[in-house]
DNA sequence: TCGGTTTGGAAGATAGGACTACAAAATGCC
DNA sequence: GGCATTTTGTAGTCCTATCTTCCAAACCGA
């Protein structure tokens, strides 16, 4: 039923939403354009464009400024560049090993930044928080308080998306955290939150800003400690009910292989995570990044059993993607995290198992690539799901227009 | 990017299609109503209601008439309700043990529909269409021929969604089989053909008139000698880049386990198909529905051995769900085909592996539950696909308005 | 400087649904 | 059976948003 279980009706207000939405998203996704090129792409007329522009720019969230020339005759379109102090969405991520946060505007850029590593080890709700809120005081958040309309958080762990708690993240200790709750008040902002799992929001930024442009249907996995998955369909995130989707870690590939974190047999995280590698490679399981650095240098330099270790991580990484592949037929399939940095060593094992278990068809179809954004990703997709809502109807932001309509004609 | 890549800017006349598309959508699912249920749930004014349905009044679509008497003062609402003469489709399917046709209208209801049962084995393309032509002939097509607007064809088999061509269909022996193209010829119809897998109609069946009414993510999964599956996401079918997303049969479960007929190894359907359960009861794993039909049969009586083979691919059953539920996080999981017909004698080993091996967020939103519509569910989820061009847009089927209109105002 | 070309801008047309007032048709009480 | 009450159908008018059309503005090249 593509219509919600009740569906509203629709009126000439729903056209100017949806057509104020979807220039609005034109901007940010491509960046800034002229009115012209808007025209073309939105099948709108030059009337529609300019009086939807002309909103954006009384509204103080665009402004049109002269473009570059293009050597063209004809009258000259003026570009529309979306405006820092418009509106911005504070970006935080929590990672297994840092911890970082961001302003970000319209267009996806961070206007600021800052990332900080984090001892790996168990932390308390409150730990965190106040980490956090020390870290976004580092941020110019004053500066753009009134711009802001929203937070959107990347966690590493199993996150519910209608109320912002964390359901389980083993790498915290956390269970049914209260985090989405906690955040606002911290940062001293009063905006929506909205928190999500960081594989599902790397995946959102890979889509849309790294190494799956264009594409619409994306299967991304992140590894970290832990392995974690994000699915992209017809350009939306496959959530699920509560938003548990894409936890590709616990799929089970191996049920006479070594018990799991989670309690299961055989999870696909226990044959490609940071702790298996580690352990083929003979080192030290809990040695965290720096032994993962370190035997990548060792990869590099040609150690054999690095590279043996690799080769087998990769092979049960290929496993696991062939079903994905069956279930699923991606466009894209991203390597995030710890794969994205040892994908040159895994490649040529992911595709052997690939062509070897996946149907042709979908096979054929799925292009394989290491992630673009490296561990920015679950950040910048923060920032996108933070921005959404504005994205999806930038009329609200606009607030009451037949006013100052009222008032002109007066 | 939720818009496609030429994102087409709305007006008036979207509004109008959106609305008559969701009044008809809502007719077609829920069947009959009074115009004042219909302004309730659309939350369109009485005015707009009445114009739209006068629309689909006149175009011979849709008739109004008086409803049974409900009890309640007020002047009584008329009954919309569609013509049988109005819209129509062809639905076929081309299933492992049966071929079966029907002719449906809105409402979902089958005006008409035949089945016979197929011998098991290698057929050619021609062989089937010729065979389909025939069992076609015995339904009224004639009589419905003007109402006929599409044909949907619900395929045992891996299927292209944009020709219809069948890619694989391992119990016929079909490669890259055109059977799209031939159908609408063979019937005499001159119309859109759409082919789905039969899996992912079945899905979408169980999900508009099955075991999976009101739910919005579902997942299903379809046992004959095979084992195939459809997704449903958002209340839309997940058809991937190609429409081959569903495959789960072909998902590595067991590394250690048997080749499967498509060339991998320890695909889940080498441990829960129809093979896999014969084999594991002792009798000849080419026996086909008569002997898992005596297998189901011993099972009733209590045979040891029956029950048995059923809960070790109970077992495997629940072990694959494990990682579909964690992946997807779906409401419903609806077991249809074979394993409808065994799940009472699998349900436990099912539920204990769920609870044992999958996460225990996505498990508790988890509803398991056989399926309702038993081997006509893929014929009816084909009657959905050829009816969904027109449920998105009925206005194209009505044709030119706006001469009535002039006409009218001359 | 002067056409040719492209784009911006303004006025009127078109289309669709919302709002309001009133008529019609049922129920229920007396 | 008559009358008040309730609910719904109908018609006229208004509001909103885009499209169409025509003209002005700005740039290029000769």
């Given at each position: 039923m593509p219509l919600g279980p009740d569906l509203v009706g629709q009126r000439s207000e729903t056209v100017r939403r949806a057509n104020l939405g979807a220039i609005v998203r034109e901007l940010h996704l491509r960046g800034p354009q002229s009115r012209s090129e808007l025209v073309a792409r939105t099948g709108l007329t030059r009337t529609a464009i300019r009086a939807l522009i002309g909103e954006l720019v009384a509204g103080d969230l665009f402004l049109e400024e002269r473009g570059?020339?293009?050597?063209?005759?004809g009258r000259p379109s003026p570009l529309v560049r979306p405006r820092e102090a418009g509106v911005v969405v504070l970006a935080v991520s929590i990672a297994v090993d840092s911890l970082a946060a961001a302003l970000v505007g319209i267009g996806g850029e961070p206007i600021a930044s800052v990332r900080i590593p984090r001892p790996r080890g168990h932390l308390s709700l409150d730990a965190i928080v106040e980490d956090l809120r020390e870290l976004v005081s580092g941020l110019p958040v004053d500066a753009h308080r009134a711009a802001i309309i929203g937070i959107g958080v990347a966690m590493a762990g199993l996150v519910?998306?209608?109320?912002?708690?964390?359901?389980?993240a083993p790498n915290l200790g956390?269970?049914?955290?209260?985090l989405g709750e906690r955040l606002p008040a911290a940062f001293g902002l009063d905006v929506p939150i909205h928190v999500a799992n960081e594989a599902d929001l790397a995946a959102v930024a890979e889509l849309r800003r790294g190494a799956?442009?264009?594409?619409?249907d994306l299967l991304l996995i992140w590894g970290e400690v832990g392995v974690g998955g994000g699915i992209i369909v017809d350009g939306k995130p496959l959530t699920g009910v509560a938003g548990y989707?894409?936890?590709?870690?616990?799929?089970?590939?191996?049920?006479g292989g070594a018990t799991c974190g989670c309690g299961?047999?055989?999870?696909w995280e226990t044959e490609i995570g940071e702790r298996a590698l580690l352990r083929l490679a003979g080192?030290?399981?809990?040695?965290g990044p720096d032994e993962v650095d370190a035997l990548l240098r060792a990869a590099a330099e040609g150690e054999p059993g690095a590279l043996v270790a690799l080769a087998h991580v990769g092979r049960w990484v290929g496993i696991g993607l062939s079903g994905l592949v069956n279930l699923l037929n991606p466009r894209v399939i991203v390597l995030g995290g710890l794969f994205a940095r040892a994908y040159s060593y895994m490649e040529p094992a992911i595709l052997a198992e690939l062509d070897r278990l996946a149907l042709r068809g979908p096979r054929e179809l799925a292009r394989i690539a290491p992630g673009?954004?490296?561990?920015?990703a679950p950040l910048l997709g923060a920032a996108e799901l933070a921005l959404e809502p504005f994205l999806a109807d930038p009329a609200a932001r606009l607030g009451p227009r037949a006013q100052l309509v009222a008032a002109a004609g007066a």
């Open positions: 570059a020339p293009v050597g063209q005759p519910r998306r209608d109320d912002g708690s964390v359901s389980s956390w269970r049914d955290a209260p799956a442009r264009g594409a619409d989707a894409g936890e590709v870690g616990h799929m089970p590939v191996n049920p299961s047999i055989g999870c080192r030290p399981v809990d040695g673009a954004l490296d561990v920015d």
